[in-house]
């Protein structure tokens, strides 16, 4: 394989893995702060994409994205006031379930008020053929985007997590719920605002991954998949090392290509998923000598 | 208690809507299963919502040779075991006279026989060729049959002097079928297909696998796909530098796909229904007029682009109406042996000719080879697209 | 003691002749086909139960081994040995009588699997990889086992989806009648519809009355030991690792069975049998059956999947369970049928009663 080849396969690995790890993120907010796995993570991010899609065609694009981001926060402080808020000591299977029942809600949702076809915000910069080229390894100027705007995202809530205050008392929620209630921190507020990072994150992924992937009413579904994939290899609640763990899944899936049928492509990454739980469930990064990458 | 409340009424509406049964002279009761939801939602959608707008208009005029047309439509959501049961309780219990449907091959495999040992009439909006082959004398299909496709696709590229070709296909029943037609056909059109993959139908981003069909140094490539994500196939195709012509099936034939693939669906060539270019048909074409008012009436009705999967349900309404009325009455075997003599029939995906041995009644020439110029779908030739 | 757990069982056998005779008496007899088939799905429902409200072990992937159960009968019974009859395995085969000859929908020559020997072997592959499958997976807790049994499923959907040995997308038809003993036949014609309902149902009885066995014994005592509190039960002595490997076995081939039964009565199968929706369904039932509630269960299975299979939903199939599982998991989640939901409520009523 020419060096060439083996940069572009990288480039398209990058791609894969930037979105997973956005999605993982998402799913690692709401697990620290409250021990719940999101399965509606997923439709979160296509919830960002069809509203600003549906928003862009009356406003400017910068708007109908924060719009949509907006929407979508509010969409997540609803599920946890409704649904997860009022809930007295529920079990683990219990908060899976509902979860896994809101997520099929909100998809069925979005069938009706959308309908089935699918939709994409116009790329940010430049159309569907432009592609920066360095050699013969292209680029579309969208995955810089996604690169770019995740990094910020990422940058943004270590900021967020680690200087402001709001930020330090869902921290304390998530290493200890009782202390941190005797220090006068709303549990039930920190669990709330959790969705709606979440959401927020969610969402904005959305909006920028679909001029690339297209948003459709079950574009969720799988992207949760991998989401979560990503969220367990990195360890469970710590995001660092999910962008760490997203890129080396999308590399791997990529490279896969050049050997596998392309079809097989999801089993690898689900085989990865299973071979993690059963050697080593607390993820590469899950240990003692790790937990200083573990901010939030 | 409010969920067993829901579950009572809706057991109890079940019960008492499947107990009609068919009033004799003035009505005919048709069925229909399409795959509305799920994973082939945008073949079943589009058709689902033809029907149903076909026979509202059909009965204000009167029906089908004077029988007010009660259609009984049902959601299968592409699962072979759901078609299973509709069509027996649409033969069985609804004593339905015919059957327009599924959506998809390997639905219509499945009630294939079903239909058969029920002496009722089966309309398929599937292309598979194994729904006609063996003939069984109910079941007819509507949908152009791939190999055509295939072969139409290698001609023009006999024209072009292309020997040496990658093949996508995605991984449901049409990619599936279409990838095995252009295998069989490609030897002898003296083509070699380098590369071949199939690609997940929910796939974000493919430019791993365009890259190998790259690195494979295809002089051309075959994407076969009935789903959007044959639109990404064509924009990474083109952000990694692959340059090569890029030829699509006729699953591409929906305006929306060439919308989604913005410029890089500039010059892609495929095969399809006259409907896509209905427009710009020349004043006399058999089909114009009949593409013309279907186009027309769908997107007045429904604010969406009409697309040729939503045209097979055009198709097999008017087919069965002709029949009908050749029979002169609502007998199965009469409208049967009708349905199989029909000749000229003029419809969105061709002209169809049946016969004791063809239920399958078009030819290659119901596809025209089409390209995308500025966005919009316009007939292929071949001297301007020289470069 | 005795007579009081069989009473169940004898009472659903007469709710089954029961239900026939009625449906040929109002003339819909045709009601008996989604009848049979939502048997069948039963047996994967009771099954879960077992593992899910008896053992306490979640799986979001159960739709996996009916698939693998009906997807492997389907494949034996279908695909043609005969270009390979010079072939020293399919010679021994024939030679056991496990093979048998026929013509495909051509005319030419075919030479497939007996669907008995079929079954059989669709059983033992679907509870060999339950075992493999279940002995790492079972010692993974909450979470982490439901994304296990959810990476499961997935798996076994994509690969039945991308292998075109099994027909892809398009799954695999015109799978032959699965002849049974004295003159029974697994099939779809119409004329056997009767039978066949009693074939289904005769399993699920069957599959019931081993269950309510196995949950009335020892076994069971040693099963809610693991559900209520699974390290105290390990300290106590029960092998909580084995009973838990046994549960996920036991109830993998009762879905492989429905599986290879239902393929045969269908005539054909495809990927959508292995989804992830298929699976949350059946996890939707068992909860709003009352987790640990085989009867609920059973009712709410043949209640849901008989209105399913008749599009009383229409397209909103999957939201309607989707917010089934939302709604009792909400207010109910140990089910609507649970006793203890039946007493809170009588309890209501007496209370307002008893208002001075």
Same mark, same amino acid.
């Given at each position: 394989?020419?060096?060439?080849?083996?940069?572009?396969?990288?480039?398209?690995?990058?791609t894969?893995?930037?979105?997973?790890?956005?999605?993982?993120?998402?799913?690692?907010?709401?697990?620290?702060?409250?021990?719940?796995?999101?399965?509606?993570?997923?439709?979160?991010?296509?919830?960002?994409?069809?509203?600003?899609?549906?928003?862009?065609?009356?406003?400017?694009?910068?708007?109908?994205?924060?719009?949509?981001?907006?929407?979508?926060m509010?969409?997540?402080?609803?599920i946890?006031?409704?649904?997860?808020?009022?809930?007295?000591?529920?079990?683990?299977?219990?908060?899976?379930?509902?979860?896994?029942?809101?997520?099929?809600?909100?998809?069925?949702?979005?069938?009706?008020?959308?309908?089935?076809?699918?939709?994409a915000?116009?790329?940010?910069?430049?159309?569907?053929?432009?592609?920066?080229?360095?050699g013969?390894?292209h680029?579309?100027?969208?995955?810089?985007?996604? +690169?770019?705007?995740s990094?910020?995202?990422?940058?943004?809530l270590?900021?967020?997590?680690?200087?402001?205050?709001?930020?330090?008392?869902?921290?304390?929620?998530?290493?200890?719920?009782?202390?941190?209630?005797?220090?006068?921190?709303?549990?039930?507020?920190?669990?709330?605002?959790?969705?709606?990072?979440?959401?927020?994150?969610?969402?904005?992924?959305?909006?920028?991954?679909s001029?690339?992937?297209?948003?459709?009413?079950?574009?969720?579904?799988?992207?949760?998949?991998?989401?979560?994939?990503?969220?367990?290899l990195?360890?469970?609640?710590?995001?660092?090392?999910?962008?760490?763990?997203?890129?080396?899944?999308?590399?791997?899936?990529?490279?896969?290509?050049?050997?596998?049928?392309?079809?097989?492509?999801?089993?690898?990454?689900?085989?990865? +998923?299973?071979?993690?739980?059963?050697?080593?469930?607390?993820? +590469?990064?899950?240990?003692?000598?790790?937990?200083?990458?573990?901010?939030? | 208690?409010?969920?067993?409340?829901?579950?009572?009424?809706?057991?109890?509406?079940?019960?008492?809507?499947?107990?009609?049964?068919?009033?004799?002279?003035?009505?005919?009761?048709?069925?229909?299963?399409?795959?509305?939801?799920?994973?082939?939602?945008?073949?079943?959608?589009?058709?689902?919502?033809?029907?149903?707008m076909?026979?509202?208009?059909?009965n204000?005029?009167?029906?089908?040779?004077?029988?007010?047309?009660?259609?009984?439509?049902?959601?299968?959501?592409?699962?072979?075991?759901?078609?299973?049961?509709f069509?027996?309780?649409?033969?069985?219990?609804?004593?339905?006279?015919?059957?327009?449907?599924?959506?998809?091959?390997g639905?219509?495999?499945?009630?294939?026989?079903?239909?058969?040992?029920?002496?009722?009439?089966?309309?398929?909006?599937?292309?598979?060729?194994?729904?006609?082959?063996?003939?069984?004398?109910?079941?007819?299909?509507?949908?152009?049959?791939?190999?055509?496709?295939?072969?139409?696709?290698?001609?023009?590229?006999?024209?072009?002097?292309?020997?040496?070709?990658?093949?996508?296909?995605?991984?449901?029943?049409?990619?599936?079928?279409?990838?095995?037609?252009?295998?069989?056909?490609?030897?002898?059109?003296?083509?070699?297909?380098?590369?071949?993959?199939?690609?997940?139908?929910?796939?974000?981003?493919?430019?791993a696998?365009?890259?190998?069909?790259?690195?494979?140094?295809?002089?051309?490539?075959?994407?076969?796909?009935?789903?959007?994500?044959?639109?990404?196939?064509?924009?990474?195709?083109?952000?990694?530098?692959?340059?090569?012509?890029?030829?699509?099936s006729h699953?591409?034939?929906?305006?929306?796909?060439?919308?989604?693939?913005?410029?890089?669906?500039?010059?892609?060539?495929?095969?399809?229904?006259?409907?896509?270019?209905?427009?710009?048909?020349?004043?006399?074409?058999?089909?114009?007029?009949?593409?013309?008012?279907?186009?027309?009436?769908?997107?007045?009705?429904?604010?969406?682009?009409?697309?040729?999967?939503?045209?097979?349900?055009?198709?097999?309404?008017?087919?069965?109406?002709?029949?009908?009325?050749?029979?002169?009455?609502?007998?199965?075997?009469?409208?049967?042996?009708?349905?199989?003599?029909?000749q000229?029939?003029v419809?969105?995906?061709?002209?169809?000719?049946?016969?004791?041995?063809?239920?399958?009644?078009?030819?290659?020439?119901?596809?025209?080879?089409?390209?995308?110029?500025?966005?919009?779908?316009?007939?292929?030739?071949?001297?301007?697209?020289?470069? | 003691?005795? @007579?009081? @757990?069989?009473?169940?069982?004898?009472?659903?056998?007469?709710?089954?002749?029961?239900v026939?005779?009625?449906?040929?008496?109002?003339?819909?007899?045709q009601?008996?086909?989604?009848?049979?088939?939502?048997?069948?799905?039963?047996?994967?429902?009771?099954?879960?139960?077992?593992?899910?409200?008896?053992?306490?072990?979640i799986?979001?992937?159960?739709?996996?081994?009916?698939?693998?159960?009906?997807?492997?009968?389907?494949?034996?019974?279908?695909?043609?040995?005969?270009?390979?009859?010079?072939?020293?395995?399919?010679?021994?085969?024939?030679?056991?009588?496990?093979? #048998?000859?026929?013509?495909?929908?051509?005319?030419?020559?075919?030479?497939?699997?007996?669907?008995?020997?079929?079954?059989?072997?669709?059983?033992? #592959?679907?509870?060999?990889?339950?075992?493999?499958?279940?002995?790492?997976?079972?010692?993974?807790?909450?979470?982490?086992?439901?994304?296990?049994?959810?990476?499961?499923?997935?798996?076994?959907?994509k690969?039945?989806?991308?292998?075109?040995?099994?027909?892809?997308?398009?799954?695999?038809?015109?799978i032959?009648?699965?002849?049974?003993?004295?003159?029974?036949?697994?099939?779809?014609?119409s004329?056997?519809?009767?039978?066949?309902?009693?074939?289904?149902?005769?399993?699920?009885?069957?599959?019931?009355?081993?269950?309510?066995?196995?949950?009335?014994?020892?076994?069971?005592?040693?099963?809610?030991?693991?559900?209520?509190?699974?390290?105290?039960?390990?300290?106590?002595? #029960?092998?909580?690792?084995?009973?838990?490997?046994?549960?996920?076995?036991?109830?993998?081939?009762?879905?492989?069975?429905g599986?290879?039964?239902?393929?045969?009565?269908?005539?054909?199968?495809?990927?959508?049998?292995?989804? #992830?929706?298929?699976?949350?369904?059946?996890?939707?039932?068992?909860?709003?059956?009352?987790?640990?509630?085989?009867?609920?269960?059973?009712f709410?299975?043949?209640?849901?999947?008989?209105l399913?299979?008749?599009g009383?939903?229409?397209?909103?199939?999957?939201?309607?369970?989707?917010?089934?599982?939302?709604?009792?998991?909400?207010?109910?989640?140990?089910?609507?049928?649970?006793?203890?939901?039946?007493?809170?409520?009588?309890?209501?009523?007496?209370?307002?009663?008893?208002?001075?």
């Amino acid at each position: 394989m020419s060096l060439d080849l083996l940069f572009q396969y990288l480039v398209a690995g990058i791609t894969y893995g930037t979105i997973y790890a956005i999605v993982a993120i998402g799913f690692n907010i709401i697990y620290n702060t409250t021990g719940i796995i999101n399965f509606a993570q997923g439709e979160f991010v296509m919830l960002g994409g069809m509203i600003g899609v549906t928003l862009h065609a009356f406003l400017p694009m910068p708007v109908a994205i924060a719009g949509a981001v907006a929407a979508t926060m509010l969409v997540g402080a609803l599920i946890e006031m409704l649904f997860i808020r009022w809930l007295r000591r529920p079990s683990v299977l219990r908060l899976i379930i509902i979860t896994i029942g809101l997520s099929i809600a909100i998809r069925e949702l979005a069938l009706l008020l959308w309908g089935e076809g699918v939709r994409a915000l116009p790329y940010f910069t430049g159309t569907a053929v432009t592609s920066l080229s360095v050699g013969d390894v292209h680029i579309s100027p969208q995955v810089l985007w996604v +690169l770019g705007i995740s990094a910020v995202m990422v940058a943004a809530l270590n900021f967020f997590f680690a200087r402001t205050l709001l930020g330090r008392q869902m921290r304390a929620c998530a290493c200890n719920r009782e202390a941190a209630q005797l220090c006068g921190i709303s549990a039930k507020n920190m669990v709330t605002l959790s969705f709606v990072l979440s959401a927020g994150i969610g969402a904005l992924a959305g909006c920028v991954i679909s001029p690339i992937t297209y948003v459709q009413y079950d574009s969720g579904s799988s992207l949760a998949l991998k989401g979560f994939t990503v969220a367990i290899l990195g360890g469970l609640g710590n995001s660092m090392a999910a962008v760490v763990a997203g890129l080396l899944l999308g590399t791997l899936e990529s490279f896969s290509i050049w050997v596998m049928p392309a079809a097989y492509k999801d089993v690898i990454a689900i085989s990865i +998923l299973l071979l993690i739980l059963f050697v080593r469930p607390s993820g +590469l990064f899950g240990n003692a000598e790790a937990a200083r990458l573990k901010d939030y | 208690m409010k969920t067993s409340g829901i579950i009572a009424t809706l057991v109890l509406s079940s019960l008492l809507g499947t107990g009609t049964t068919q009033a004799k002279g003035s009505t005919i009761k048709i069925g229909a299963i399409f795959s509305v939801t799920g994973p082939a939602a945008n073949l079943g959608g589009p058709e689902a919502r033809t029907l149903e707008m076909l026979v509202q208009d059909a009965n204000k005029k009167g029906g089908i040779g004077g029988n007010q047309i009660e259609l009984v439509l049902k959601d299968s959501g592409s699962s072979p075991e759901k078609a299973i049961s509709f069509a027996k309780q649409l033969i069985e219990e609804d004593k339905v006279f015919a059957i327009i449907g599924p959506s998809t091959s390997g639905e219509t495999l499945k009630i294939k026989g079903i239909a058969e040992e029920g002496k009722t009439i089966l309309l398929s909006c599937a292309a598979a060729e194994a729904i006609v082959n063996p003939v069984a004398s109910y079941v007819f299909k509507v949908a152009p049959n791939d190999s055509h496709a295939a072969r139409r696709i290698f001609e023009q590229m006999k024209r072009m002097g292309i020997s040496k070709i990658g093949l996508l296909s995605s991984n449901t029943g049409f990619g599936k079928a279409g990838k095995e037609q252009v295998e069989k056909a490609a030897p002898g059109f003296g083509i070699a297909i380098v590369a071949n993959e199939v690609y997940e139908k929910e796939a974000t981003d493919l430019t791993a696998v365009v890259t190998k069909l790259k690195a494979a140094n295809v002089q051309a490539f075959i994407n076969w796909s009935i789903e959007p994500a044959q639109a990404i196939v064509i924009k990474n195709a083109r952000q990694v530098g692959l340059d090569v012509p890029i030829f699509q099936s006729h699953g591409f034939g929906n305006i929306q796909y060439a919308k989604a693939a913005g410029p890089a669906a500039e010059g892609v060539i495929f095969p399809a229904s006259r409907l896509l270019v209905a427009d710009s048909l020349p004043a006399g074409d058999k089909q114009k007029p009949v593409l013309l008012k279907y186009k027309q009436s769908y997107e007045a009705r429904y604010h969406e682009d009409a697309s040729t999967f939503g045209g097979h349900a055009h198709d097999a309404l008017l087919l069965l109406g002709k029949a009908v009325e050749k029979a002169g009455g609502l007998d199965k075997e009469k409208v049967r042996t009708a349905l199989e003599g029909l000749q000229g029939v003029v419809g969105t995906a061709g002209v169809f000719n049946f016969s004791a041995h063809d239920h399958g009644g078009l030819g290659m020439d119901a596809f025209e080879m089409q390209t995308v110029k500025n966005g919009k779908f316009v007939v292929y030739n071949d001297m301007a697209a020289k470069k | 003691m005795r @007579r009081r @757990r069989n009473l169940p069982i004898v009472a659903l056998a007469l709710a089954v002749i029961a239900v026939q005779l009625l449906t040929a008496a109002a003339g819909k007899p045709q009601y008996l086909t989604q009848l049979t088939m939502a048997g069948y799905y039963s047996l994967v429902i009771v099954g879960l139960t077992l593992l899910m409200g008896y053992t306490g072990q979640i799986s979001l992937g159960h739709a996996g081994f009916f698939a693998i159960g009906g997807y492997t009968s389907g494949l034996l019974t279908t695909y043609n040995l005969h270009p390979r009859s010079g072939q020293l395995l399919v010679s021994l085969l024939q030679a056991c009588g496990l093979l #048998v000859a026929g013509q495909d929908m051509y005319g030419a020559d075919l030479l497939v699997v007996r669907p008995w020997a079929a079954c059989v072997v669709a059983l033992l #592959v679907t509870t060999g990889i339950a075992y493999l499958v279940g002995k790492p997976v079972l010692k993974l807790r909450g979470h982490y086992l439901a994304m296990a049994t959810l990476g499961f499923g997935t798996i076994v959907y994509k690969v039945v989806l991308g292998s075109s040995l099994v027909g892809a997308a398009d799954g695999i038809s015109d799978i032959p009648a699965f002849p049974l003993f004295a003159g029974l036949v697994v099939t779809g014609k119409s004329a056997l519809r009767g039978q066949n309902y009693y074939v289904a149902w005769g399993l699920v009885l069957a599959a019931m009355a081993l269950l309510t066995n196995l949950i009335n014994s020892r076994v069971g005592r040693a099963l809610r030991a693991i559900h209520g509190a699974e390290d105290a039960a390990n300290a106590m002595g #029960v092998d909580t690792g084995r009973y838990k490997l046994q549960m996920f076995v036991l109830s993998a081939a009762l879905a492989a069975l429905g599986g290879v039964f239902l393929t045969h009565y269908n005539g054909g199968i495809g990927p959508s049998e292995a989804s #992830v929706m298929k699976s949350v369904r059946y996890v939707a039932i068992v909860a709003v059956g009352g987790m640990a509630n085989l009867w609920g269960a059973l009712f709410m299975g043949v209640l849901l999947n008989f209105l399913s299979l008749r599009g009383s939903f229409g397209s909103y199939d999957d939201a309607v369970f989707g917010l089934i599982l939302l709604a009792i998991m909400l207010f109910a989640p140990d089910g609507l049928l649970r006793a203890e939901f039946v007493r809170r409520l009588r309890g209501l009523r007496r209370g307002q009663k008893a208002a001075p």
